[in-house]
């Protein structure tokens, strides 16, 4: 800017800048909170002119500047009309304890911003400015927020309100609210108070223990040493920062058994093509003050098959018990980088407009980046689901500023709440949705337990994996969690307590085999390669739009009605053990379709097939005609394939919509579990050399498939 104060033409000149950067707003009602600051206080914007009209004033003026590079991103109506609001809610949150309220009766304060608007509604086929998280469906009519500005931040008692501060505490410095300035270079003190700061004012409830089982026998092998630049074995008690990022397709330096005495060596990997992400974090570790790093591709020995599986069943504890996780969410490979560690690898993005007593910073949040976190490829990765969730605390990468969350605060750069508590976090939250808000640190009843798994299952499957190979090994931090939480048993991603309810997962799309093999090391010690069993949602790959789904609500929760029988990594058959089913008063009475006196299962020795990960149970089992149904979107089946019995005598294949498509088959169909009373769920499967593959589920009355005549009660091996 040519001067040091802002300037601004006629038309921008008649906003109240005093009001746009009022402090906070006293509150008399409860939280959570609808009331808007500006309600019968405040006109609810003011005109700024069209699009060619601000851009005609951009040189003499410092806030149509602003909004005008803003426009200039995007394709614009130069008709269209631009407005500010003069107050827009931001946040609800309660003051220190340190701070007296002269007012008894005020509950909360409103901290406010304000936001530029382009106005659509009244252009006709208008066709942009499309703003980053509009891109995808390029519907740009209504209204859009092209610019938002917040106050700088200044302490309470430099704000001199009566409302706020009293006589006695208006000469302290009682710290700062409001908008902060963002540096190029990250400021390490910065995220070191944050640090602090949940430490000793959070309380145990940010960072929970885990439990007794995992806490004692879940250490990492090896951690970096920041000070001395090699790996070294794990210390007791140790604390230590880990990493999650995305590999991409650049070359990683990895940790492998002909290497991994160089690695041990100090100074040894300042010498070595450390990825820049990776350089970085050790980097960063070291300015904060803390020693020790745990990165996955040098922290595990890659070609050693029993330490990587080792490692990868302790995913959960290692991230869970991590002091913090730093999330390289800006870049798509291992060299793009943490921005701001270094010199020059961030830019400056945020502008400024100061007046004579006050200042207004642009808000930079990773919100109004395409699709916030959620569209980087950090996001879109099955190997950082696990990551971010199992981690109590997260420091965050985007592009232009550096995040802290926690279980109990989330921070940012560019604005300064430190000091303030009980901050509602609804507008100002760790910007991407996870499930993590849902996952209890307490033993849960199998209905939420359900839940929980469904959620996660369902979050999990809508990311992406490079191999295949590691779809359950992505996932088996979060399961290894579930079972310690649950006192639980996983088998090839399914809870063992809810094993029947897991086992009735269907994709609602598209979905196929994908016929995995997975190394393992038998109880032999020798490595074998297994196929995923088709019964597991691990065997199949679908649309990520359309993950798995579970099958509950409407008819009732689902129960188990099979015993289910697993053959182990030892080859021995054992039993899954679920939980009763104890809310229908009629339990016990022993349902029409199963045989009274199902008959004891083989040994193992008995039977032709014994391949690890196939179930063994006795069902009922009937060869059925059949409509089997997909739907096709050109020359493609995009459709899940869905299955009704005993079709009427005068059905015709194809009836129907347009997009959909049907035969009649003859199918085999076995009862897994059931739903409610009177509801069973049903695996259609094939054969090959004696042994069933799942094909797809379908749920129907019990009192048609009593009508079927040719049932019969079989064991069946299912692989």
């Known amino acids: 800017m040519a001067s040091e104060f802002a300037k601004l033409c006629e038309m921008c000149s008649k906003l109240d800048i005093q009001r746009i950067t009022h402090l906070p707003h006293p509150c008399r009602e409860l939280l959570p909170c609808s009331t808007s600051p500006n309600v019968g206080r405040y006109p609810a914007y003011i005109a700024l002119g069209s699009v060619g009209e601000i851009k005609s004033r951009r040189l003499g003026c410092d806030l149509c500047h602003l909004i005008a590079e803003r426009l200039d991103k995007e394709p614009s109506d130069l008709s269209g009309e631009c407005r500010i609001t003069e107050i827009s809610e931001f946040c609800n949150f309660k003051l220190p304890k340190t701070v007296e309220v002269q007012d008894p009766s005020v509950t909360h304060f409103h901290l406010t911003q304000a936001s530029v608007i382009f106005d659509t509604s009244e252009a006709n086929l208008f066709q942009g400015p499309s703003l980053p998280w509009e891109l995808k469906s390029r519907d740009t009519r209504g209204t859009h927020y092209i610019l938002c500005l917040q106050a700088k931040a200044r302490s309470y008692a430099e704000a001199r309100n009566p409302t706020l501060v009293s006589t006695q505490t208006e000469q302290e410095f009682l710290g700062t609210i409001g908008g902060r300035c963002v540096s190029v270079q990250v400021n390490t003190q910065l995220i070191r108070s944050w640090l602090e700061q949940c430490e000793n004012k959070h309380g145990r409830d940010c960072r929970p223990s885990l439990p007794l089982p995992v806490e004692q026998a879940r ?33 990683v330096y990895k940790h492998l058994e002909e290497n991994t005495q160089n690695l ?58 991590a002091l913090f996780t730093i999330i390289a969410a800006s870049g798509d490979n291992a060299d793009s980088g943490l921005p701001g560690v270094r010199r020059g690898s961030r830019e400056q993005v945020q502008k400024a407009l100061k007046f004579t007593n006050c200042e207004l910073l642009t808000v930079i949040d990773v919100r109004q980046t395409p699709g916030g976190l959620d569209d980087t490829p950090w996001a879109q ?39 303030v508590r009980d901050i509602d976090q609804r507008l100002f939250s760790f910007p991407q949705k996870v499930a993590a808000d849902c996952l209890s640190w307490e033993p849960l009843q199998p209905s939420e337990y359900g839940d929980l798994y469904a959620d996660l299952l369902s979050g999990y499957r809508k990311r992406r994996l490079s191999y295949q190979t590691d779809i359950l090994n992505a996932f088996n931090g979060v399961s290894e969690i579930l079972a310690a939480l649950q006192d639980d048993t996983f088998f090839w991603g399914l809870p063992g307590s809810l094993f029947s309810y897991a086992m009735t997962w269907h994709f609602t799309g598209h979905s196929t085999r994908n016929h995995v093999l997975v190394p393992i090391v038998g109880s032999n010690g020798l490595k074998e390669t297994i196929p995923v069993p088709s019964w597991s949602w691990a065997a199949w790959s679908g649309d990520s739009n359309h993950p798995p789904f579970l099958h509950a609500g409407d008819g009732g929760p689902v129960r188990p009605v099979i015993d289910f029988n697993i053959v182990d990594s030892k080859h021995q058959l054992i039993r899954i053990k679920e939980r009763p089913w104890q809310d229908h008063p009629n339990d016990g009475v022993h349902p029409l379709w199963q045989e009274q006196e199902p008959h004891r299962l083989q040994s193992l020795t008995q039977c032709s097939h014994s391949q690890i990960g196939q179930l063994y149970f006795w069902t009922s089992f009937a060869n059925v005609r059949a409509v089997r149904r997909w739907r096709v979107q050109g020359p493609h089946r995009v459709g899940r394939v869905e299955y009704t019995l005993s079709p009427p005598p005068n059905f015709q294949p194809d009836q129907g919509p347009a997009n959909y498509r049907s035969e009649i088959v003859l199918q085999d169909f076995i009862v897994v579990a059931a739903r409610g009373v009177r509801t069973l769920i049903l695996l259609a499967i094939e054969w090959k050399d004696g042994v069933a593959y799942r094909e797809g589920t379908v749920a129907v009355d019990e009192a048609d498939w009593l009508q079927i005549k040719n049932r019969q009660w079989q064991l069946i091996t299912l692989g």
Request: contains cysteine; aromatic residues 10%.
């Open 381 to 419: 990765r099955a190997w950082t689901f696990q990551e971010r969730i199992l981690s109590n605390r997260v420091l965050v990468f985007s592009e232009s500023q550096v995040y802290w969350s926690c279980r109990a605060a989330v921070f940012s750069e560019e604005r300064a709440l430190e000091d």
């Open 219 to 251: 250490e990492p092998t090896f951690v970096i040493d920041v000070i001395q630049s090699c790996l070294v074995y794990t210390p007791s008690q140790c604390r230590y920062v880990a990493l999650s990022y995305v590999w991409g397709t650049v070359p």
């Open 264 to 321: 041990r060596k100090t100074g040894s990997l300042h010498s070595l093509p450390i990825p820049a992400t990776i350089q970085d974090a050790i980097i960063l570790v070291h300015a904060i003050g803390e020693r020790y790093l745990w990165v996955d591709s040098l922290c595990i020995i890659q070609n050693d098959l029993q330490m990587l599986q080792a490692e990868i069943t302790r995913m959960g504890s290692i991230y869970s018990k």
